[in-house]
């Protein structure tokens, strides 16, 4: 691994991810020019999460990655990865989404909590439950800046882990619901991809607590009404105008939104 980047590396890196996904326009893998570490890499994704705020996003939560034990193994790593959301990804449950906004975007199914304290400290897992306000079915819309959806680690967690659009369903405090609950992505009413939130950890709940102490550690707290979504239970799906795409998790309902049949997709 090469020697630290500097401040000024850190800001072109984060600059031309940042106009990556403004410009729906895909880039080269940037450690393929300038390796760099995961710490790094975190780094980057403030610089470019700065960018986003200037120009008048807001800060909504954060997303998780890697909360698949089978998923960490593959990648050599020991903990999930986090990005942050904003006002911008939000979209409309039961609405249109317009793909021509995204590079090569993949949906997949998620559980997404709303906190309703601060989380500013780590939690225990007898805490966790006592730090949300409720809990809903969601779909992640992912999309890598990067060409042909090809990344290290260092390179997603740069690109804010590929965060790119949401929709959030109806919020219950059915926490109950959470263990080894069905979960299925359909598209047009059929299922293509089919899990369970046991694929999050074992339970998404452990998500949050493995949030709290890596938020802690990297100086950040997340304040009330937060969304955190916890990790995708199943694989992603490459997504098409006209497709009309569902998440269901058992009893706690389902998200969904149909793809608008926008001119101007960029393919994968």
Known sequence: MSGALNTTQVEA?????DDAARNANAVAQTTLET????????????ASMARRYLRGE??????????????????????LIWGWLTDAMREEDGGH???DRFIHPRAEPEVC?????VIDRPLTALEAVDYLEAVAPAVEIIDSR?????????????????????????????FDALANTGVQLRIDGRPVETGSTAAILGHPLRALVQASQQLHAAGFSLPAGSLI??????????LAPGMHVSAELGRLGRAEFATAAAQGVVSA
Not at 65 to 73: L, P, V
Not at 113 to 117: A, D, G, I, L, S
Not at 152 to 171: I, K, M, Q
């Open 146 to 174: 990067y060409r042909d959806f090809k990344f290290t680690l260092e390179d997603v967690v740069a690109d804010n882990c590929s965060s790119a659009g949401f929709v959030v369903g109806a919020f219950s405090r059915d």
């Open 97 to 99: 989404v317009a793909l």
């Open 229 to 238: 979504f916890a990790g995708a239970a199943t694989a992603a799906v490459a």
């Open 113 to 117: 909590f709303v906190t309703r304290r």
């Open 58 to 79: 807001q800060p909504v939560g954060i997303k998780l990655g890697f909360t698949s034990r089978a998923k960490m193994i593959q990648m050599g790593v020991h903990a």
């Open 13 to 17: 890196i984060a600059a031309r991810l």
């Open 35 to 46: 390796p760099f570490s995961l710490d790094e890499a975190y780094r980057i994704q403030r």
